[in-house]
């Protein structure tokens, strides 16, 4: 059994209370079954998990604190911070909500500031809903760039997908497909393949196998439909490779997955979302986490997303949310040795 004080204080916030979220956490609360990975403490409103007690047929002991600091750290007890800011009554359920999504990105601003004082030493969330955070107010068009901005992060980052110890990465991320095009250049696919790089020597593997993806239907049929992969993506991958980064590519987006999931690779950067992302979902919906990587501040999630059609029910797994936890807690404990090698 690992000594509790030494174990990572990650916030656990309930995500859309719209959704699935609160039932996933009230259910991995219930039996401690994560108390040997890390401390939790619970970010948001009372009633939240109230509502996911209920949802899914599980009773919890929760104290109240005022900040993570003032937790008292006991198998049994639920650590709350309770913003009583959220009033699940007037939302319906499965339905997205504005005035949701914007309580649902206070509350992970409030969890961001905890982690920002040193209070917690990341945040896992469970599933939000994008649409519902921006016209509530949070105008990105994702949550990982509402996390660098409220960090006043100013370099690169980028959305990582982890699944079956295979760390899935693109080029571009949440915006149209035209605009997407336009973010693939040497610059952005070379930081992208050493972000990944970086990422998984984090995470224990010595010298990552990154394969690299094709835009073009087969990587361009040599040139015939597109010269992108002759002129400007296999050189790039060329360059990243004398740096030391064991990069390959470009392949065909159709059948690379199929050879990552076989064993060849241990990660796939993708030139654009949906690439990389029926692949990955195909393979383990429920099983997925989605990092944002690049961050000072770790932060995890479920791959899969809110779950309207069968909120409330009881029946959502808790799978991917718990590998979320289980991840941070690896990579706080990266940091940590980091940080104590460097002093």
């Not at 890390?38 to 939240?48: I, P, S």
């Not at 994702?142 to 370099?155: N, V, Y």
């Not at 087969?218 to 002129?231: S, V």
């Not at 470009?250 to 979302?273: K, L, N």
Request: glycine share 10%; with cysteine.
């Amino acid at each position: 059994m690992a000594n509790t004080n030494e174990l990572p204080v990650i916030a656990l916030t309930p995500g859309d209370c719209t959704g699935i979220g609160p039932e996933q956490i009230a259910r991995i609360l219930s039996d401690d079954r994560l108390a040997d990975v890390a401390r939790l403490v619970v970010v948001g409103d009372v009633r939240v998990l109230d509502m996911g007690m209920e949802h899914a047929g599980v009773k919890l002991k929760i104290e109240r604190i005022a900040s993570p600091k003032a937790a008292k750290w006991r198998r049994g007890t639920v650590q709350l911070v309770d913003l009583g800011n959220t009033d699940p009554a007037k939302f319906p359920l499965g339905k997205a909500s504005a005035e949701s999504g914007r309580l649902t990105g206070e509350t992970l601003s409030r969890a961001i500031d905890f982690s920002k004082d040193g209070e917690v030493d990341a945040i896992s969330f469970a599933p939000l809903n994008k649409r519902a955070m921006f016209d509530g107010g949070w105008k990105f068009p994702d949550e990982h760039k509402m996390f660098a901005s409220l960090l006043g992060h100013k370099t690169y980052f980028s959305e990582m997908n982890v699944l079956d110890g295979q760390w899935m990465s693109r080029v571009t991320g949440h915006q149209s497909l035209r605009e997407a095009l336009d973010g693939i250049h040497p610059a952005s696919i070379t930081e992208s393949i050493e972000l990944v790089d970086r990422m998984m020597r984090k995470a224990g593997v010595a010298k990552p196998r990154i394969a690299v993806a094709a835009l073009n239907p087969h990587a361009g049929e040599g040139g015939l439909f597109g010269r992108d992969e002759i002129e400007m993506i296999r050189p790039t991958v060329e360059a990243a490779a004398k740096t030391g980064i064991a990069c390959t590519g470009p392949y065909p987006a159709d059948t690379v997955y199929v050879r990552a999931f076989a064993g060849e690779f241990d990660s796939v950067v993708a030139m654009y979302h949906d690439q990389g992302q029926i692949a990955t979902k195909l393979r383990g919906f429920n099983r997925g986490v989605t990092v944002t990587a690049g961050l000072e501040t770790v932060f995890t999630t479920p791959s899969h997303g809110t779950a309207f059609d069968i909120v409330g029910q009881g029946v959502a797994k808790t799978g991917a949310l718990e590998s979320a936890v289980r991840l941070a807690a690896q990579l706080v404990s990266i940091k940590v040795k980091e940080a104590a090698y460097a002093n």
